[in-house]
């Protein structure tokens, strides 16, 4: 079974900052992986999403996450955090294996950018 | 292009009462579709997910039920809500393959009182 962990609920970094968002993951079939944003009273959309090739991957927003197979890992980040990246971010395993087509997300992390 | 709607935005709800949420979606076919629930420090759960017409799966038992009259609507109800049913409810869907991304609709916030 498909299963995410966001380490950290809470995150918070200074406007100008690296933003780290951690996420492991794991799997039974090589995944697809998902980082979500969402801002507050709105529905879910993507940032960014790794199916196969690069494992670099870089998303809207200036976000970028890189994907560590040997460290079951799909990290987030940004070089230097704006006060509009205060939202939540949910990083998702999707499976298809035999018409499964569950989609597994994280318990989220706020992002909280202080002035 | 696609879009999916759902609604309302927002709901309170007697304990007891009965509830229907709508999702519906246009500009595809055949959508995968989904509801989540979304409570604090709990992240998304998902609920429901169907991969055609009156082909329903239940992630977790519970009060609630998810039909699929058309292909393009998805409906979240239960007979009773229980307080515990309080949450931001979200709808999605997603083409067949697995790397495709979902698209969610803007969410309903239920509170049970």
């Known amino acids: 079974a498909q299963s995410v962990t966001q380490l950290g609920s809470h995150v918070s970094v200074s406007e100008g900052a690296l933003v780290l968002l951690r996420c492991n993951y794991s799997s039974s079939v090589p995944p697809y992986l998902f980082w979500y944003v969402q801002y507050p009273n709105q529905g879910l959309q993507l940032l960014l999403k790794?199916?196969?090739?690069?494992?670099l991957v870089k998303g809207i927003n200036g976000f970028e996450a890189e994907f560590k197979k040997s460290e079951t890992s799909f990290h987030l980040t940004k070089p230097s955090a704006h006060m509009s990246d205060a939202a939540e971010y949910f990083c998702?395993?999707?499976?298809?294996?035999?018409?499964?087509?569950?989609?597994?997300f994280g318990i989220g992390t706020k992002l909280q950018v202080i002035p | 292009s696609q879009t999916i709607h759902q609604w309302p935005a927002t709901l309170v709800q007697p304990v007891g009462s009965p509830l229907s949420l709508e999702c519906t979606v246009e500009g595809t076919s055949n959508p995968n579709l989904y509801w989540y629930r979304q409570a604090a420090g709990r992240g998304l759960q998902l609920l429901f997910y169907s991969v055609g017409i009156g082909q329903i799966s239940s992630e977790v038992p519970q009060n609630l039920s998810a039909s699929r009259p058309q292909d393009r609507q998805f409906i979240l109800s239960s007979k009773k809500l229980l307080l515990s049913d309080s949450g931001f409810y979200l709808c999605?869907?997603?083409?067949?393959?697995?790397?495709?991304?979902?698209?969610f609709g803007s969410g309903t916030q239920l509170s049970v009182l």
């Open positions: 790794y199916t196969t090739g690069a494992t």
């Open positions: 998702a395993v999707s499976e298809n294996s035999g018409g499964y087509q569950k989609v597994t």
């Open positions: 999605a869907w997603r083409g067949g393959a697995a790397n495709e991304k979902l698209f």
